[in-house]
């Protein structure tokens, strides 16, 4: 089952959005997780991205702002966003490397995206 990313909405400039983003179905382990964002006529970039170890790993047209997080337990990403601009606007997914089984190798897997709209 993809990943499942929620929490985008309309956001007025300088607010706080909170992503989060679950894998659900059989895990056996999961490696990096990470959020990346389309905006619209751009190509999809990398946002954040964290190891199981808790490694992070940002943009820097996000540093200072933006905070990865996971939870092993409810295999689980987060995303805290705060201090939003107008260019943060985009289409968010989660994206997880995934070890279904003890017979199956890592695999990435896309969560479908969540819309943030930025106003000024």
């Known amino acids: 089952v993809q990943p499942q990313a929620s929490g985008g909405g309309l956001v007025q400039a300088g607010g706080s959005l909170r992503l989060p983003c679950a894998a659900s179905g059989s895990t056996v382990r999961i490696n990096v997780m990470a959020w990346y964002r389309q905006a619209p006529g751009k190509q999809r970039e990398l946002v954040a991205d964290?190891?199981?170890?808790?490694?992070?790993n940002y943009a820097d047209s996000v540093k200072g702002r933006f905070t990865i997080s996971r939870d092993d337990a409810k295999n689980a990403v987060y995303l805290q966003i705060t201090a939003l601009k107008p260019e943060d606007t985009a289409v968010y997914y989660c994206?997880?490397?995934?070890?279904?089984?003890?017979?199956?190798?890592?695999?990435?897997?896309w969560g479908q995206g969540t819309l943030v709209t930025v106003s000024s």
């Open positions: 994206n997880a490397e995934i070890q279904r089984s003890l017979w199956q190798s890592l695999n990435t897997y």
């Open positions: 964290i190891t199981n170890s808790g490694r992070t």
